[in-house]
């Protein structure tokens, strides 16, 4: 026996779930999930299927956080069970194999050849076929689970079918002959399908050919009284017409001459207008699962409304098309379809009216003059009747009004770039673009999937660049379809640059450039000035009070237009930022367009004047949110040279910058690539305050590097001295401790603003000097330079340089082993702090002066200070600042034996180590080691001190690694003399390197006691 013979299978879905193995049943256990997934494989049977449509086959719109793995492991679970030959992994997913042996593919089968049979005369074949089908049903398709979106579709769908093959079915059976027969079964599917009246007409001719006339007019009465009752609806034409027929005894009434055109009143003309729907309609699951819903008939009394918008290209006619082509069977009266060009043409609805009222019949004379008239007798030729209408590619409300039906029993599916926010009563959807996954289906799909499944990253590329548009996508794949000859790649080549993409995506009709020509040219004229205006600034969103900067208008005007851009999809909400604002971006494409429209349409002096006054506009705002900050390391300045100031309200300083941030680092950029010298350092120094309170060293150094190269360009001393004194704090502070590079920059700053006579300026660049004498193990040096600092910062009545220098002092006395001059100056630093007041320095503040008051043995005192850092860090939301304090906390409670001190050193190292603070971990280390010294792990107390001293000899911190050598000599003093002399004189060394005397007195008498092991 071959392979494929002992692994014969066959899958059932038409009724329960069930798989059969070599005729008997194959269990497939009780999890339901498990067997949800194979029904969503049957219903895709040999065709790769998404992980995405997998995962919403399992959970609809609502995936849980595990929904990857748990798909996983479901397939892993059936490939057991069916045998991994059955269930494949494909690039462009999951393939169960079943080679056609799937009860509902052969349904659909027999469906088709009874059709072609019955269709060609030979009705005993089509009966045979029919009945075969029909057969094959065990009860409702997937019953298990019509609650998965995608499963409960495909079952509609084949239910539909079923349906239909038993109107079919019954056909057959008449024409044969066999009307008694057909009686039974045709009056349990009428009365399991109350509404389709097409069952109950077949059933009352075969009633009436039956001899059974009472009982044909006794169905027609119950079938209109129902339709009456929860519809409100009279009986269709046809039904009419067949009930009239049977009153008149007239022998000559026949089965139609094909499927579906039963005898209407007068030669009533049934439209089918509908242009063709694409062979390769892709994804869009959701949206045709929403629109099947709203339009499918039900208990209805007003008018069925749905209304698609979106940007050109994005799709809303291929989906409309698809859904109406589904719905099609719902509307047994007919379809009808009007397209309009997107444009306001006043015209066109009385020519849509009168295209309509032919297609109802209504010949050329009869049509009324008047638009109000056309709209009245199409009204009345659609009343009670079950019809679709289909109106694509509208500009507005006005010409959808006139093409509404009054009658609630038909359906309305709408189109157009705008959302139709004034038509009453509609279902809004919105089409975006595809999924990255979808894109790549379509592109297979247009160009095979062989192509793409060997260039996978290739077409990821080429999907990414058309920005998932699916106009561009068909573009790009119309062309690769043309080109057999070229790979993947040569596409992607071409869409790379950014100046011919937009010549690259067109293909015949499949233009993106003109389908989004048609959207701008429907502008007002602001509205496309503000397009091709926004669309040159290099921020990746942005904020409402922009389209007022580049306009350079009020800000109601600029809503207006604004809003028009929205109503157009050529701007998308991007979302509400932190600060409450509404935030706006272009589609990748949709901007390229954008600025071919300003290269073509706006003069080099227009788009330079926008774009200056945006930039200034968000200098204007960032100084202004500047001084909301809890704390900062510089003054605010004004902003200076702006032409634009905008009419914005910031209520939390810290929220807004976070929402600008990415705005505020292109526009340093931008300013930079303009040569706006002025522009470009004074908002690179705009954002200095918060990227420290915030940690953000990556923007500050990158902003503050631009910066300073345009000015340095531009001989622009000032900008210069500002942008050394930024970066000179920003290596200070960030990561990196560049302190030689730093010094250097400090220094320049110094010489510039003195230069220039800013005390200020000089203040804050002679701090940073300081700082960095400090830091190189010069202490003696930075307390004389911060000396003179001190009085500069007070003859100029400089708060915040005071506060800076005083806080410096007391670290520098401190490291000299003057902690009673430390003291003293930070207590100073304190109450000047306090009376600004300075939350963000007065975190540091008390941090110092914590671990001074803990060095002097006021640990109490110290605890304090530290608890008052750690809650004014964490109202700040500054995770730095917090980060630093909760060691020295943690090596205080180690020295009161407070049981806490393990959790806050747990946390402590726990953070430092998250975000690569090595400073704050070395400390953490060393606090650490003193806490497993006092609980008497003296291997690990050890171990976690010498870690600390690694770390401070990288850091190249010489006075932390002397006082943990220190420490470190004391772990070892009793159980190993030797090892404490190696650390202790390496701890003196290092003090006396730093003029720190005291410490130097102390280890002196400490290695005397190793020597005569006292």
């Given at each position: 026996?071959?392979?494929?013979?002992?692994?014969?299978m066959?899958?059932e879905?038409?009724?329960?779930l069930?798989?059969?193995?070599d005729g008997?049943h194959?269990?497939?256990?009780?999890?339901?999930?498990?067997?949800?997934?194979?029904?969503?494989?049957i219903?895709r049977a040999d065709?790769?299927?998404s992980?995405?449509?997998?995962?919403?086959v399992?959970w609809?719109?609502r995936?849980p956080v595990?929904?990857?793995s748990?798909?996983?492991s479901?397939?892993h679970?059936l490939?057991?069970?069916?045998?991994a030959?059955?269930?494949?992994?494909?690039?462009?997913?999951y393939?169960?194999?079943t080679?056609?042996?799937v009860d509902?593919?052969?349904f659909r089968k027999?469906?088709?050849?009874g059709?072609?049979?019955?269709d060609?005369?030979?009705?005993?074949?089509a009966?045979?076929?029919?009945?075969?089908?029909?057969?094959?049903?065990?009860g409702?398709?997937f019953a298990?689970?019509?609650?998965?979106?995608p499963?409960?579709?495909?079952a509609?769908?084949?239910?539909?079918l079923?349906l239909?093959v038993?109107?079919?079915?019954?056909?057959?059976?008449l024409a044969?002959?066999?009307?008694a027969?057909a009686v039974?079964?045709?009056?349990?599917?009428?009365?399991?399908?109350?509404?389709?009246e097409?069952?109950?007409?077949l059933?009352?001719?075969?009633l009436?050919r039956s001899?059974?006339?009472?009982e044909?007019?006794e169905?027609y009465?119950?079938?209109r009284d129902?339709?009456a009752?929860e519809?409100g609806l009279?009986?269709s034409?046809?039904?009419?017409?067949?009930?009239?027929?049977i009153?008149?005894?007239d022998e000559?009434?026949d089965?139609?001459?094909?499927p579906?055109a039963?005898p209407s009143?007068?030669?009533?003309v049934v439209?089918r207008?509908?242009?063709?729907t694409?062979?390769d309609f892709?994804?869009?699951?959701?949206?045709?699962a929403?629109?099947?819903d709203?339009?499918?008939?039900?208990?209805?009394?007003?008018?069925?409304?749905c209304?698609?918008?979106?940007m050109?290209?994005?799709?809303?006619?291929?989906?409309?098309?698809h859904?109406a082509h589904q719905?099609?069977?719902a509307?047994?009266?007919g379809q009808?379809y009007v397209?309009f060009?997107g444009?306001?043409?006043?015209?066109?609805?009385a020519?849509a009216?009168?295209?309509?009222?032919r297609?109802?019949?209504?010949?050329?004379?009869?049509?009324p003059e008047s638009?109000?008239?056309?709209?009245?007798?199409?009204?009345?030729l659609l009343a009670?009747k079950?019809m679709l209408?289909?109106?694509?590619n509208v500009?507005?409300?006005?010409?959808v009004?006139p093409l509404?039906?009054?009658?609630g029993?038909c359906?309305?599916?709408?189109?157009?770039?705008p959302?139709?926010?004034?038509l009453?009563?509609?279902r809004?959807?919105r089409?975006?673009?595809?999924r990255?996954?979808q894109?790549i289906e379509l592109?297979?799909?247009i160009?095979?999937?062989?192509?793409v499944?060997?260039a996978?990253?290739?077409?990821?590329e080429?999907?990414?660049l058309?920005d998932?548009?699916?106009?561009a996508?068909?573009?790009?794949?119309?062309r690769?379809a043309?080109r057999?000859?070229?790979p993947?790649a040569?596409?992607a080549?071409l869409?790379?640059d950014?100046r011919?993409?937009?010549d690259?995506?067109?293909?015949?009709?499949?233009?993106?450039?003109a389908?989004l020509?048609?959207s701008?040219?429907a502008?007002?004229s602001?509205?496309?000035?503000l397009?091709?205006?926004?669309?040159?600034?290099h921020?990746?969103d942005?904020a409402?009070?922009v389209?007022a900067?580049?306009l350079?208008t009020?800000?109601e005007?600029a809503?207006?237009s604004l809003?028009?851009?929205?109503?157009?999809?050529l701007?998308?909400v991007a979302g509400?930022d932190?600060?409450?604002q509404p935030r706006y971006?272009?589609?990748?494409?949709?901007?390229l367009?954008?600025?071919d429209?300003?290269d073509a349409?706006?003069?080099q002096?227009?788009?330079?004047?926008?774009v200056?006054?945006?930039l200034?506009g968000?200098?204007?705002?960032?100084?202004r949110?500047?001084?909301g900050?809890?704390?900062r390391v510089?003054?605010?300045l004004?902003?200076?040279g702006v032409?634009h100031?905008?009419h914005v309200?910031i209520?939390?300083?810290?929220a807004?910058?976070?929402?600008e941030r990415?705005?505020?680092?292109?526009a340093?950029?931008?300013a930079?690539a303009?040569?706006a010298?002025?522009?470009c350092?004074?908002?690179?120094d705009a954002t200095?305050?918060?990227f420290?309170l915030h940690d953000y060293?990556?923007?500050?150094?990158?902003?503050s590097?631009?910066?300073?190269?345009v000015c340095?360009?531009?001989g622009d001393?000032?900008?210069?001295?500002?942008?050394?004194?930024?970066l000179t704090?920003?290596?200070r502070m960030?990561?990196?401790?560049?302190?030689d590079?730093?010094?250097?920059?400090?220094?320049s700053?110094?010489a510039?603003?003195?230069?220039?006579?800013d005390v200020?300026?000089?203040?804050d660049a002679?701090?940073?000097?300081?700082?960095?004498?400090?830091?190189r193990?010069?202490p003696?040096?930075a307390?004389a330079y911060?000396?003179?600092t001190l009085a500069?910062?007070?003859?100029?009545?400089y708060?915040l340089?005071?506060v800076e220098?005083?806080?410096?002092?007391?670290y520098?006395?401190r490291?000299?082993?003057d902690s009673?001059?430390?003291?003293?100056h930070l207590?100073?630093?304190l109450?000047l702090?306090?009376?600004v007041p300075?939350?963000?320095?007065?975190?540091?503040i008390?941090?110092l002066?914590?671990?001074?008051r803990?060095?002097?043995?006021?640990?109490?005192?110290a605890?304090?200070h530290f608890t008052?850092?750690v809650?004014?860090?964490?109202?700040?939301?500054s995770?730095?600042?917090?980060?630093?304090i909760?060691p020295h906390?943690?090596m205080?409670?180690v020295k009161?034996?407070?049981?806490r001190?393990?959790?806050?050193?747990g946390?402590?190292?726990?953070?430092?180590?998250r975000w690569?603070?090595?400073?704050?971990?070395?400390t953490?280390?060393g606090a650490?080691g003193?806490l497993e010294?006092a609980e008497?792990h003296?291997a690990?107390a050890?171990a976690?001190?010498?870690a600390?001293?690694?770390?401070?000899r990288?850091?190249a911190?010489?006075?932390h690694e002397?006082?943990?050598l220190?420490?470190l000599?004391?772990l070892?003093a009793?159980?190993d003399?030797?090892?404490a002399r190696?650390a202790?004189?390496?701890a003196?060394r290092l003090?006396?390197?730093l003029?720190?005397?005291?410490e130097?007195?102390e280890?002196?008498?400490?290695?005397?006691?190793?020597?005569?092991?006292?």
């Amino acid at each position: 026996m071959s392979r494929a013979e002992r692994h014969w299978m066959r899958f059932e879905i038409l009724g329960p779930l069930q798989v059969i193995q070599d005729g008997r049943h194959h269990f497939l256990g009780n999890a339901r999930k498990l067997r949800m997934l194979l029904a969503g494989l049957i219903s895709r049977a040999d065709q790769p299927v998404s992980s995405d449509f997998l995962s919403t086959v399992l959970w609809n719109d609502r995936p849980p956080v595990s929904a990857r793995s748990n798909l996983q492991s479901y397939v892993h679970q059936l490939r057991v069970q069916l045998g991994a030959e059955r269930l494949l992994r494909k690039p462009e997913g999951y393939l169960l194999v079943t080679h056609g042996e799937v009860d509902a593919a052969q349904f659909r089968k027999l469906a088709a050849e009874g059709s072609a049979a019955f269709d060609g005369g030979n009705h005993e074949s089509a009966g045979r076929c029919f009945r075969r089908a029909l057969d094959l049903w065990r009860g409702p398709a997937f019953a298990e689970f019509l609650d998965s979106g995608p499963i409960a579709e495909e079952a509609l769908s084949l239910e539909q079918l079923r349906l239909t093959v038993h109107e079919r079915w019954a056909e057959t059976e008449l024409a044969l002959g066999r009307h008694a027969e057909a009686v039974a079964e045709l009056r349990e599917v009428a009365k399991a399908h109350p509404y389709q009246e097409s069952l109950h007409a077949l059933l009352m001719l075969a009633l009436y050919r039956s001899g059974r006339q009472t009982e044909a007019l006794e169905t027609y009465a119950v079938v209109r009284d129902l339709l009456a009752d929860e519809l409100g609806l009279e009986p269709s034409p046809v039904l009419r017409r067949v009930h009239e027929a049977i009153l008149r005894g007239d022998e000559r009434i026949d089965l139609p001459a094909r499927p579906g055109a039963w005898p209407s009143t007068g030669g009533a003309v049934v439209p089918r207008q509908l242009p063709p729907t694409v062979a390769d309609f892709t994804g869009r699951d959701d949206e045709v699962a929403t629109l099947r819903d709203a339009l499918s008939p039900g208990r209805r009394q007003a008018l069925t409304i749905c209304a698609i918008s979106g940007m050109g290209g994005v799709g809303k006619t291929t989906l409309a098309l698809h859904v109406a082509h589904q719905l099609a069977g719902a509307f047994p009266d007919g379809q009808l379809y009007v397209g309009f060009s997107g444009a306001d043409d006043r015209t066109a609805v009385a020519r849509a009216l009168e295209s309509m009222l032919r297609a109802l019949g209504v010949g050329g004379a009869a049509v009324p003059e008047s638009v109000g008239d056309r709209t009245a007798l199409y009204r009345s030729l659609l009343a009670g009747k079950r019809m679709l209408v289909v109106i694509d590619n509208v500009a507005d409300e006005s010409q959808v009004n006139p093409l509404l039906p009054g009658s609630g029993t038909c359906g309305v599916l709408i189109t157009g770039r705008p959302r139709l926010v004034g038509l009453a009563g509609v279902r809004h959807l919105r089409l975006d673009v595809f999924r990255p996954a979808q894109a790549i289906e379509l592109l297979a799909r247009i160009t095979g999937p062989e192509q793409v499944r060997a260039a996978p990253s290739e077409a990821s590329e080429i999907v990414r660049l058309c920005d998932h548009l699916p106009l561009a996508v068909r573009a790009a794949g119309a062309r690769l379809a043309s080109r057999p000859d070229w790979p993947l790649a040569r596409i992607a080549d071409l869409l790379r640059d950014e100046r011919r993409r937009l010549d690259e995506l067109a293909a015949g009709d499949l233009t993106v450039r003109a389908s989004l020509g048609l959207s701008y040219t429907a502008l007002s004229s602001p509205a496309r000035r503000l397009y091709y205006l926004l669309s040159v600034l290099h921020t990746p969103d942005f904020a409402g009070w922009v389209a007022a900067a580049v306009l350079d208008t009020s800000p109601e005007e600029a809503e207006r237009s604004l809003g028009e851009l929205l109503s157009a999809n050529l701007l998308t909400v991007a979302g509400v930022d932190p600060a409450g604002q509404p935030r706006y971006r272009f589609h990748d494409l949709i901007r390229l367009h954008a600025r071919d429209r300003a290269d073509a349409e706006a003069a080099q002096h227009e788009i330079h004047a926008a774009v200056t006054r945006a930039l200034g506009g968000w200098l204007v705002l960032a100084r202004r949110a500047d001084t909301g900050l809890p704390g900062r390391v510089f003054p605010t300045l004004p902003a200076e040279g702006v032409t634009h100031e905008p009419h914005v309200r910031i209520s939390d300083a810290c929220a807004w910058f976070e929402a600008e941030r990415g705005a505020l680092r292109a526009a340093v950029a931008q300013a930079a690539a303009l040569g706006a010298h002025d522009l470009c350092w004074q908002l690179a120094d705009a954002t200095v305050n918060f990227f420290e309170l915030h940690d953000y060293y990556d923007d500050w150094e990158s902003t503050s590097r631009l910066a300073l190269e345009v000015c340095e360009r531009a001989g622009d001393a000032r900008g210069r001295a500002f942008m050394l004194r930024d970066l000179t704090e920003c290596l200070r502070m960030g990561p990196r401790h560049a302190e030689d590079e730093a010094l250097e920059h400090a220094l320049s700053a110094v010489a510039l603003f003195e230069g220039l006579g800013d005390v200020h300026g000089e203040v804050d660049a002679r701090i940073l000097a300081g700082t960095a004498f400090l830091v190189r193990g010069e202490p003696g040096k930075a307390v004389a330079y911060l000396d003179a600092t001190l009085a500069k910062a007070r003859d100029a009545g400089y708060v915040l340089g005071q506060v800076e220098a005083e806080w410096q002092l007391g670290y520098g006395h401190r490291v000299l082993g003057d902690s009673e001059r430390a003291g003293v100056h930070l207590e100073a630093s304190l109450r000047l702090a306090e009376d600004v007041p300075l939350p963000s320095q007065l975190c540091r503040i008390h941090s110092l002066l914590g671990i001074v008051r803990r060095e002097e043995g006021s640990l109490v005192e110290a605890e304090a200070h530290f608890t008052r850092g750690v809650t004014l860090a964490r109202s700040l939301r500054s995770l730095s600042d917090e980060i630093t304090i909760l060691p020295h906390l943690g090596m205080t409670y180690v020295k009161l034996r407070d049981p806490r001190a393990r959790d806050v050193l747990g946390r402590s190292i726990r953070l430092a180590r998250r975000w690569r603070a090595r400073f704050q971990e070395a400390t953490s280390l060393g606090a650490l080691g003193e806490l497993e010294a006092a609980e008497g792990h003296h291997a690990l107390a050890v171990a976690h001190t010498v870690a600390a001293v690694e770390i401070w000899r990288e850091l190249a911190s010489p006075f932390h690694e002397a006082q943990t050598l220190k420490s470190l000599g004391a772990l070892h003093a009793a159980a190993d003399p030797d090892q404490a002399r190696t650390a202790w004189s390496a701890a003196r060394r290092l003090f006396a390197q730093l003029d720190n005397h005291t410490e130097v007195k102390e280890l002196t008498v400490l290695l005397e006691t190793v020597r005569t092991g006292g």
